[in-house]
């Protein structure tokens, strides 16, 4: 019986090693942090910081020492949700792909806005303090990891789930505080575009089910992280899902409907046929 468990767990390890690996990275990353001190601390997030400041010196390592540096509250609060997430994904899609779309949002979104960022200092519209603010964590990657699920879904489900989330991402663009906020919707758009290129997901099970609850919430929490983000998030994900399920399902319904009309009029047509013989 112990050896058995010990085997079943061994091979979910397995499946999941991506997730495995990066988790207990990130585990250790912060560990260390906390143990360092403040002031230490703060230097080490300032240096992996994906800033204008750093990325203008061609700090291009940046891109990927960033997403093991977490600043982001108790490692508690985020890394089960964290771990549920990519672990899914993991499951879905396997472990290349998931790499493929964290580094996608993780950079993708990054760059891009590193390039608005840079425009709005340049036209007047920002100053010049944001060239300097911190930038580090794993929430871009997370945000495309995310979005890369709705290639997954069940077709049945699928237009209600993309729908929410692209309502999701534009509410949280519109009333976000920050250029984080517009980086986690960009990669989330990011992560659904790479996905259609991954073929299809390996399927659904019970426990794959179980893993998309925490994985979703932990998602809505990172995306929409204030008050009005949540309450507007919400609202426009509810309206967008109803409308995406309604417009989606209506040529389906039209074409069931043309369907049984026309097997009628075969029905008819091979009766009336029968009579004159």
Request: charged share 10%.
């Given at each position: 019986?112990?050896?058995?468990?010990?085997?079943?767990?061994?091979?979910?390890?397995?499946?999941?090693?991506?997730?495995?690996?990066?988790?207990?990275?990130?585990?250790?990353m912060t560990t260390a942090l906390l143990a360092l001190g403040?002031?230490?601390?703060?230097?080490?997030?300032?240096?992996?910081?994906?800033?204008?400041?750093?990325?203008?010196?061609?700090?291009?390592?940046?891109?990927?020492?960033?997403?093991?540096?977490?600043?982001?509250?108790?490692?508690?609060?985020?890394?089960?949700?964290?771990?549920?997430?990519?672990?899914?994904?993991?499951?879905?899609?396997?472990?290349?792909?998931?790499?493929?779309?964290?580094?996608?949002?993780?950079?993708?979104?990054?760059?891009?806005?590193?390039?608005?960022?840079?425009?709005?200092?340049?036209?007047?519209?920002?100053?010049?303090?944001?060239?300097?603010?911190?930038?580090?964590?794993?929430?871009?990657?997370?945000?495309?990891?995310?979005?890369?699920?709705?290639?997954?879904?069940?077709?049945?489900?699928?237009?209600?789930?993309?729908?929410?989330?692209?309502?999701?991402?534009?509410?949280?663009?519109?009333?976000?505080?920050?250029?984080?906020?517009?980086?986690?919707?960009?990669?989330?758009?990011?992560?659904?575009?790479?996905?259609?290129?991954?073929?299809?997901?390996?399927?659904?099970?019970?426990?794959?089910?179980?893993?998309?609850?925490?994985?979703?919430?932990?998602?809505?929490?990172?995306?929409?992280?204030?008050?009005?983000?949540?309450?507007?998030?919400?609202?426009?994900?509810?309206?967008?899902?109803?409308?995406?399920?309604?417009?989606?399902?209506?040529?389906?319904?039209?074409?069931?409907?043309?369907?049984?009309?026309?097997?009628?009029?075969?029905?008819?047509?091979?009766?009336?046929?029968?009579?004159?013989?």
């Amino acid at each position: 019986m112990v050896g058995e468990m010990v085997s079943t767990v061994l091979r979910a390890l397995a499946r999941t090693r991506v997730t495995v690996v990066y988790a207990v990275m990130l585990a250790a990353m912060t560990t260390a942090l906390l143990a360092l001190g403040p002031a230490i601390q703060n230097r080490i997030i300032s240096h992996a910081s994906t800033n204008l400041h750093n990325l203008s010196r061609g700090h291009v390592g940046t891109l990927l020492v960033s997403a093991f540096v977490v600043d982001a509250g108790p490692i508690y609060v985020w890394l089960p949700g964290l771990v549920c997430l990519l672990a899914l994904a993991e499951l879905l899609w396997c472990s290349l792909r998931l790499v493929v779309a964290f580094a996608t949002g993780h950079i993708g979104a990054t760059l891009l806005v590193a390039a608005g960022l840079t425009a709005a200092v340049e036209l007047g519209y920002l100053s010049t303090d944001v060239t300097r603010a911190t930038d580090v964590g794993m929430s871009y990657g997370a945000s495309a990891v995310l979005g890369s699920l709705s290639a997954a879904i069940p077709r049945r489900w699928r237009p209600a789930w993309t729908g929410w989330w692209v309502a999701v991402a534009v509410a949280v663009m519109i009333v976000g505080r920050d250029f984080t906020d517009i980086g986690h919707s960009v990669a989330l758009l990011l992560g659904m575009a790479t996905a259609t290129r991954f073929g299809h997901a390996t399927g659904w099970t019970p426990v794959r089910y179980l893993l998309l609850v925490p994985a979703s919430s932990f998602g809505f929490l990172m995306l929409a992280d204030s008050t009005v983000a949540l309450v507007a998030g919400a609202g426009l994900g509810v309206l967008a899902a109803l409308l995406a399920e309604t417009v989606m399902r209506r040529p389906i319904r039209r074409t069931v409907s043309t369907e049984w009309h026309a097997s009628a009029r075969r029905r008819v047509t091979s009766l009336s046929s029968g009579d004159h013989l």
